[in-house]
């Protein structure tokens, strides 16, 4: 431990790991464990014995599905890391991982290097600006290769990758990495780093290599463009330097690797992290909805961020990361969403399923609060006398449905009581009565999602439920509009009056819905504009077709006329709910369903078979790669046509294929499908 820093906070990294499911974010985030001293014994995946997937279910499926947060330290840094969810069912939990990180870790498969849902999960930190570092993982496999992931992540992410270490032996033969800074080489014969000479085999190789990175750093970074021109190389100072800047700028990837399970490269890649990722000072102050700043002060006033919810056998969990001020064990903090004041019971230092208890959290920590009974994903925590809104993460909107009932009656309540305690952990699941069959509907992001939802029921609750098949959520849109639309609005009831006069132009648009007025002369003021605009976003909450909400529209108010005493917001907010509503009847309107791409991976001999079932379930194949001896199938599949894929998938390759899906948005559907529900 050598570090002594003036602000303790330059000591502390908050950071995620990212990637796409089976590329090794669990055993990297075991093995900083065990690296760390924060366990003793190496937890694996296949064995079900890792820290961060503890829940029954992620031992049970071998996947991360709920973000774990843990804490450990290296080298005089504290690491608040959460191991994130790589299923793209799951990806609502990505997205609210990355709204309190400030940096990440992104781990690549080196054999398959960007899938599809990298892809996914490093748009959403490029949407948050999360500065990150790369790790290439499972060089040990057959057909592991550094430069074709790096190539691919160049290529697919569109960014700069800087490449600081050369591998030592290929495949099974992997034994180290050579730090191309320092010029070092590190090996692992067992559990222990040690660092010698690059080998002699190796040596013109890793000086074409450094100065293929010294170039690229020069190229990007000013300071270290005037050290290069002035003396043609960089010294190991002002590379670190330029490459901290590049990854918290966002102009450039430090590229680590390694192999995760067998311990290979797991210290420089915490050495990376505290070197390039920011700390909690390192990042703009954080902004309330209103413009008002916080700094990243213990001193200022409270500000915190609630992102996560976790109802546990001896309490409910919020956890929360601490912009600014301080929250003491005992202390009373404002709830800014819920209106109301919350006392903290006590403050937990997390670690996967086990705590530490503290008597305070300072600006930059991540911990879990015990005691709130409001606060809900996205809630903001502040001082009670400066009280201020954060934005919250955003909630994916459900794209499938099941309808779910307990199978004895008297069990009833205890179901609602269960639903409503899952929507509330995680905000991507709706649920719902439906007005016209009476059945309650759980939503969410995929089969697998509502999957595991409906099980985690079952196993906490002890509910026999059943469960109807899924069902994806549609969507309208305008096909061919109409122009010149007129709707009077009256209505004389005694005393006050009710009348609008609106006429409209609806038209199809790319995607959402826009509205805009072209009334001349004041024929329609202002504020009448606003509430018709209102009215009609109302309307699009139901359309024509099936009662499905409605989107890819533009309306255009083209005229209007008022009433000197009649005339209101109500009125003209009714006048353009109803008269959408008419103009939509008149439309030509096309009933649209949500999309998939989906990635399969089969042997060669079983290409036809899963190629001539794609086409049966209305896939569009786009392409197809081939890999080491198996096929890469990338297709576009309407989501309803997935259901119950996988065990087809597994019987048409003998257990042998396997796929991945993320959605592309939506597509129109075939003409038997728009019905009236």
């Known amino acids: 431990m050598r570090t002594n820093h003036l602000n303790p906070l330059a000591a502390v990294r908050n950071l995620g790991i990212l990637a796409h499911v089976d590329a090794g974010k669990t055993t990297v985030t075991e093995r900083i464990l065990f690296a760390t001293g924060t366990t003793h014994k190496r937890g694996e995946v296949h064995d079900g014995t890792t820290v961060t997937d503890f829940d029954p279910q992620e031992r049970d499926r071998g996947i991360t599905i709920f973000a774990a947060a843990v804490s450990c330290a290296w080298d005089g840094h504290r690491i608040n890391l959460i191991d994130t969810p790589g299923h793209v069912d799951f990806a609502d939990e990505v997205e609210r991982s990355l709204r309190v990180l400030d940096g990440a870790v992104a781990v690549f498969d080196a054999v398959a290097g960007v899938e599809p849902q990298s892809e996914s999960v490093w748009r959403q930190a490029d949407r948050h600006g999360v500065p990150r570092i790369a790790f290439v993982n499972k060089l040990d496999r057959a057909g592991a290769d550094l430069d074709t992931a790096v190539e691919s992540i160049r290529r697919r992410l569109h960014t700069a990758p800087l490449v600081v270490q050369l591998p030592i032996g290929r495949e099974d033969g992997f034994t180290g990495v050579v730090d191309l800074l320092r010029m070092r080489a590190l090996t692992w014969p067992d559990d222990t780093m040690t660092e010698g000479p690059v080998p002699d085999d190796l040596r013109e190789e890793a000086f074409r290599r450094r100065r293929t990175l010294e170039e690229a750093v020069a190229e990007r970074h000013p300071a270290a463009l005037e050290e290069f ?17 590049l990854t918290r700028s966002g102009d450039g990837v430090v590229v680590l690797c390694g192999s995760a399970y067998r311990n290979r490269g797991i210290e420089p890649l915490l050495d990376a992290v505290v070197a390039y990722l920011p700390s909690p000072l390192d990042v703009p102050a954080v902004r309330g909805e209103q ?6 002060d213990p001193a ?9 919810v976790n109802a546990t056998p001896t309490g409910r969990l919020t956890y929360v990361r601490v912009y600014s001020g301080t929250i003491e064990k005992g202390a009373t903090v404002w709830d800014a969403g819920a209106r109301r004041t919350e006392r903290v019971g006590r403050i937990l230092r997390v670690r996967a399923d086990r705590h530490a208890p503290l008597e305070r959290a300072v600006a930059g920590d991540i911990v879990a609060l015990v005691g709130l009974k409001s606060a809900r994903a996205g809630s903001t925590l502040c001082a009670p006398d400066a009280p201020l809104v954060l934005e919250p993460p955003s909630a994916a909107e459900p794209v499938v449905s099941v309808a779910v009932e307990p199978q004895r009656s008297v069990d009833t309540d205890r179901l609602a009581s269960a639903l409503a305690r899952l929507a509330e952990e995680d905000p991507s699941l709706v649920v719902r ?19 595991v939802a409906v099980e985690k029921v079952r196993r906490e609750q002890g509910l026999a439920l059943t469960v109807g098949r899924p069902r994806v959520s549609h969507r309208e849109t305008v096909g061919r509009g109409v122009s010149g639309l007129v709707f009077r609005h009256v209505k004389q009831d005694g005393g006050a009056g009710q009348f609008a006069h609106v006429v409209l132009d609806v038209e199809p648009a790319e995607e959402g819905f826009a509205f805009r007025s072209a009334v001349v002369g004041g024929r329609v003021p202002q504020e009448y504009v606003r ?28 005229d209007g006329a008022t009433h000197v005493k009649d005339s209101s917001d109500t009125a003209f907010r009714t006048a353009g709910r109803l008269g959408l509503r008419e103009a939509l009847r008149a439309c030509a309107m096309v009933l649209l369903e949500p999309v998939v791409e989906v990635t399969v991976t089969v042997p060669e001999d079983a290409v036809g078979a899963v190629l001539g079932d794609l086409a049966a379930r209305r896939g569009r194949v786009s392409g197809s790669v081939a890999r080491g ?12 046509e997935l259901f119950g894929y996988a065990t087809r998938l597994r019987s048409r390759t003998q257990g042998r294929g396997t796929f991945t899906a993320r959605p592309t948005g939506y597509a129109p559907a075939p003409a038997e499908a728009a019905v009236r529900r």
Do not use: N, W, Y
């Open 291 to 296: 413009g008002e700043e916080r700094p990243c």
């Open 531 to 558: 509430a018709v605009e209102a009215g009609c976003r109302d309307a699009l909450a139901e359309g024509p077709l099936g009662g499905h909400p409605v989107t890819g529209l533009r309306v255009t108010l083209t």
């Open 229 to 245: 021109c002035d003396r043609e190389t960089l010294s190991a100072d002002t590379l670190t330097a330029a490459l901290r800047d």
């Open 300 to 308: 200022a006033p409270l500000a915190a961020l609630a992102f996560k």
């Open 629 to 640: 001896g198996s096929a890469v199938l990338t297709a576009t599949v309407p989501l309803a």
């Open 433 to 451: 009565t439906d007005a016209e069959t009476g059945q309650t509907l759980l939503s969410g992001m995929g089969e697998l999602h509502l999957e």
